[in-house]
């Protein structure tokens, strides 16, 4: 077992209190007024100065305390659109067709938790930036902070977030150097052919069979053009066109999503996706036009600050508790964008209890309060590894 993190009891009640007010007043991307006011408020309290209003209803604070290196700290505020179920739980959600399904509510309460621990102990010399970001689902709320200046207003040598993981156990935390998450990026084709009578088709130019044809010719971008090494995803999730039976549609879109790992593979992967298009056609007489949409890039952990964040979380759990060896996952994050700009790692939390948790985004889900200490903790810990005093 893990060593019990020092964060006092009054601390402890607190992050629960934040955690379960936040989780059942839940606010989606570039929305959060509540949730930021309940966080100003808190850090006001600490006697921390404050700043608002980066992509909206970002909350950052500065603790500083004499001279030394500075270090970034990430949570996010925001919700899921997506309704809640369990009526077990008191604290549920009071927003309907709103929950906190991914538990950036006990992110944004161990950020807090840590500030609070921080401003009365002051372990540290240096400055520590306390960033709480709106719209990471699907938004890039980090994206919009650090293109208002995130960084250049609060300058910071690395920066570092963390993501609870119910599907590791609680006192585990896990992480590798390198992409921790990957490449999302979406597309839409238009296949546009010449409408026609469904009973003379050589009168026409069939847009559905062209976009069939589109649709397998796509999938030889992983199976025939990508290493086996190497990794890609290349779904068509959508296919519209058509409204009756004896009517060639003039237009079919396509729609769809592509994962990768690797900013080369992600490269490679649009450009043949380019290449099919124009060659397909070509072979029919028929326009496609791609709309390639770059998403979040891959979280790519640099090594020094890997190697920091691991420290930490060893201090507390033990060196045989911090997985650095996990597989890069194939979902996103918004923390990419942070780490375009600063070197930097993000971390998985164990918060798992055991096989039937709820996973992230699932209805069932609520955050595991029990780690709110050593998520506190970590923070404390990569602090005062990071700004040590002299
Ligand atoms: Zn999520
Ligand atoms: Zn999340």
Same mark, same amino acid.
């Given at each position: 077992?893990?060593?019990?993190?020092?964060?006092?009891?009054?601390?402890?009640?607190?992050?629960?209190?934040?955690?379960?007010?936040?989780?059942?007043?839940?606010?989606?991307?570039?929305?959060?007024?509540?949730?930021?006011?309940?966080?100003?408020?808190?850090?006001?309290?600490?006697?921390?100065?404050?700043?608002?209003?980066?992509?909206?209803?970002?909350?950052?604070?500065?603790?500083?305390?004499?001279?030394?290196?500075?270090?970034?700290?990430?949570?996010?505020?925001?919700?899921? !659109?997506?309704?809640?179920?369990?009526?077990?739980?008191?604290?549920?959600?009071?927003?309907?067709?709103?929950?906190?399904?991914?538990?950036?509510?006990?992110?944004?309460?161990?950020?807090?938790?840590?500030?609070?621990?921080?401003?009365?102990?002051? @372990?540290?010399?240096?400055?520590?930036?306390?960033?709480?970001?709106?719209?990471?689902?699907?938004?890039?709320?980090?994206?919009?902070?650090?293109?208002?200046?995130?960084?250049?207003?609060?300058?910071?040598?690395?920066?570092?977030?963390?993501? !609870?993981?119910?599907?590791?156990?609680?006192?585990?935390?896990?992480?590798?150097?390198?992409?921790?998450?990957?490449?999302?990026?979406?597309?839409?084709?238009?296949?546009?052919?010449?409408?026609?009578?469904?009973?003379?088709?050589?009168?026409?130019?069939?847009?559905?069979?062209?976009?069939?044809?589109?649709?397998?010719?796509?999938?030889?971008?992983?199976?025939?053009?990508?290493?086996?090494?190497?990794?890609?995803?290349?779904?068509?999730?959508?296919?519209?066109?058509?409204?009756?039976?004896?009517?060639?549609?003039?237009?079919?879109?396509?729609?769809?999503?592509?994962?990768?790992?690797?900013?080369?593979?992600?490269?490679?992967?649009?450009?043949?996706?380019?290449?099919?298009?124009?060659?397909?056609?070509?072979?029919?007489?028929?326009?496609?036009?791609?709309?390639?949409?770059?998403?979040?890039?891959?979280?790519? !952990?640099?090594?020094?600050?890997?190697?920091?964040?691991?420290?930490?979380?060893?201090?507390?759990?033990?060196?045989?508790?911090?997985?650095?060896?996990? @597989?890069?996952?194939?979902?996103?994050?918004?923390?990419?964008?942070?780490?375009?700009?600063?070197?930097?790692?993000?971390?998985?939390?164990?918060?798992?209890?055991?096989?039937?948790? @709820?996973?992230?985004? !699932? @209805?069932?889900?609520?955050?595991?309060?029990?780690?709110?200490?050593?998520?506190?903790?970590?923070?404390?810990?990569?602090?005062?590894?990071?700004?040590?005093?002299?």
């Amino acid at each position: 077992m893990y060593r019990d993190p020092e964060i006092a009891e009054d601390i402890r009640q607190s992050m629960v209190a934040w955690r379960r007010d936040i989780h059942a007043n839940p606010e989606t991307a570039f929305e959060e007024h509540r949730t930021a006011n309940v966080v100003a408020h808190a850090l006001t309290l600490m006697g921390l100065p404050i700043h608002r209003g980066l992509a909206t209803t970002g909350v950052v604070a500065t603790l500083k305390h004499g001279e030394g290196p500075s270090i970034a700290l990430r949570a996010d505020l925001d919700a899921l !659109n997506m309704q809640e179920l369990g009526s077990h739980k008191p604290h549920i959600s009071t927003c309907q067709g709103k929950m906190h399904g991914c538990g950036h509510d006990g992110h944004t309460a161990m950020l807090l938790g840590a500030a609070a621990h921080l401003a009365r102990h002051k @372990p540290f010399r240096g400055t520590v930036h306390f960033v709480f970001q709106p719209g990471e689902e699907n938004e890039g709320g980090g994206r919009v902070m650090v293109e208002e200046g995130l960084f250049e207003q609060f300058p910071a040598d690395a920066v570092y977030g963390m993501h !609870n993981f119910p599907g590791l156990p609680r006192g585990r935390f896990a992480i590798r150097t390198g992409t921790m998450t990957a490449y999302l990026d979406t597309f839409e084709i238009t296949v546009t052919g010449k409408g026609s009578h469904g009973a003379m088709p050589e009168t026409g130019i069939d847009s559905i069979v062209v976009a069939s044809q589109l649709v397998n010719a796509l999938q030889t971008i992983v199976s025939r053009r990508t290493g086996a090494t190497d990794s890609a995803v290349v779904s068509v999730t959508q296919i519209h066109g058509g409204d009756t039976w004896n009517v060639i549609p003039e237009e079919v879109v396509l729609r769809g999503t592509v994962r990768t790992l690797d900013a080369g593979i992600q490269d490679r992967v649009q450009a043949a996706m380019q290449q099919i298009c124009e060659g397909t056609a070509a072979t029919h007489g028929a326009r496609v036009a791609l709309n390639y949409m770059r998403g979040y890039p891959g979280v790519v !952990n640099t090594p020094k600050e890997t190697a920091a964040a691991v420290a930490a979380a060893a201090s507390l759990v033990g060196e045989d508790k911090v997985d650095t060896g996990i @597989p890069p996952a194939m979902g996103s994050e918004d923390f990419a964008f942070m780490l375009q700009k600063r070197p930097g790692a993000y971390i998985a939390i164990g918060a798992g209890e055991g096989p039937s948790d @709820p996973p992230v985004h !699932n @209805p069932y889900y609520d955050f595991n309060d029990n780690i709110l200490p050593l998520g506190a903790a970590y923070w404390v810990a990569l602090v005062k590894q990071q700004l040590p005093v002299a």
